[in-house]
């Protein structure tokens, strides 16, 4: 067993890290504050090729691995989870079960702009009515002709209004509660499509979140993914891959929130010394970090186990269990080292517990990642 990283994702860690520090941190503040995307950002991650990580060259991505997808989402979200999660989203969500499931066609119009960046991806399954009862949802397929007719909406889409490209769940067959739902890839501009609402957030505020709304949107049949009927198991599959996303997601939020409550320890001077050197703080920052290494070796334990076609849903679900409260600790404990002066807009610590919550929350809750591992362990 071996726990070095290859030379390869040593250089994707390197490369994202500085990518990061220099284009991604400078507005991470002020694009919270304003609840601002800004599309130079994704360029850029697009010129580097970060969208496409783990898709082989033929389908526009670099040929790369879960592993260094991972890595890059939690060394983004080390300094904006904002940034972490449009590229998960993208990845995950959107590219990977077209990748997974798509025709050849499908792949040449849809995964290729995806992987290079040209297109942004979204995912839609949550409706107001079925969130963790995913298999609950509302939207309609109705065939006719040549043609899918969708009604209905998807709310909390990440990278709504951004994307143009969806890959959304509805039900075809009314009779079957699992076995009657289908997927669809749903271009921004067909007709019928549009964005709803967008959502005023607690945190990752510069990812934006919106209603997409389906009013007799006309989808061609060839734009069905997977067979009718394969809906569920392609929503299920696909949330097994992009729950890690989200546990590197945690990762690195956690990890930047340490770096900075590590850094303001040893500055900080009280009782005549610094209060890294206090016990009552040093044990603190001894326990955060333990939390972050241990998140991390999950993330990645998972990461791998995908890369190397490895079964990966409950490992997966334990991650983001395991990383989603481990960034919720992390970043309160962080708050708490700084004092007065971490509640305050002034330092990075308090956007990074706000943005710590929703890893708790979205692509499942922790209550249903404990349901996924125990039906796991059970079955
Ligand atoms: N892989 C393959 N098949 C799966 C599967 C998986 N991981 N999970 C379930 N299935 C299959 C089952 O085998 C079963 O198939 P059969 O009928 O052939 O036996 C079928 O799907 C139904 O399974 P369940 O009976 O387990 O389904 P359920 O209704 O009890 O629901 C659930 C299971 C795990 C609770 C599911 O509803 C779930 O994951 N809910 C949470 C939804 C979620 O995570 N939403 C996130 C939204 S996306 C998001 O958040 C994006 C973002 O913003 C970034």
Not at 103 to 109: H, N, R, S
């Amino acid at each position: 067993m071996n726990f070095l990283l290859s030379e390869e994702h040593e250089m994707i860690r390197k490369m994202v890290r500085d990518f990061a520090k220099n284009e991604v941190e400078p507005t991470a503040a002020e694009r919270d504050e304003e609840e601002r995307f800004d599309m130079e950002i994704f360029r850029k991650m697009a010129d580097l090729g970060l969208t496409g990580i783990p898709f082989p060259e033929e389908y526009g991505g670099i040929g790369s691995d879960y592993l260094a997808y991972c890595i890059a989402v939690e060394e983004l979200s080390r300094v904006c989870a904002s940034t972490g999660v449009t590229l998960s989203a993208h990845t995950s969500l959107a590219s990977w079960p077209i990748y997974k499931y798509g025709t050849e066609e499908q792949k040449q119009k849809y995964l290729v702009p995806l992987a290079q960046g040209t297109s942004i991806g979204g995912y839609g399954l949550t409706e107001p009515g079925s969130g963790s009862d995913a298999g609950g949802m509302r939207t309609t397929a109705k065939l006719d002709g040549d043609h899918y007719v969708l009604n209905g909406s998807k709310i909390f889409i990440t990278n709504g209004g951004i994307a143009n490209i969806y890959v959304v769940f509805a039900v075809t067959d009314p009779s079957s509660k699992h076995k009657g739902t289908s997927a669809f890839i749903i271009e921004s501009g067909f007709e019928g499509f549009s964005v709803g609402k967008k959502e005023k957030k607690l945190g990752i505020r510069s990812s934006p979140t919106t209603e997409i709304i389906f009013e007799d949107c006309r989808v061609p049949v060839e734009n069905m993914l997977g067979a009718e009927g394969e809906g569920f198991k392609i929503a299920m599959t696909t949330l097994d891959g992009g729950r890690n996303g989200i546990a590197a997601q945690a990762v690195g939020i956690a990890q930047g929130a340490l770096d900075a409550a590590v850094g303001y320890a040893k500055e900080r001077v009280q009782f005549g010394k610094p209060i890294a050197a206090q016990q009552g703080v040093s044990f603190k920052l001894a326990d955060m970090a333990t939390s972050v290494e241990a998140s991390r070796l999950l993330t990645y334990q998972a990461a791998w186990r995908e890369s190397e076609n490895l079964s990966y849903g409950k490992e997966s679900a334990m991650s983001k269990l395991f990383a989603g409260d481990t960034a919720m600790k992390v970043t309160t404990e962080a708050v708490q080292v700084f004092g007065g002066y971490g509640y305050t807009k002034d330092y990075p610590v308090e956007r990074y517990m706000r943005d710590a919550k929703i890893t708790q929350i979205y692509e499942g809750t922790q209550e249903i990642q404990r349901l996924v591992i125990s039906r796991m362990l059970t079955k």
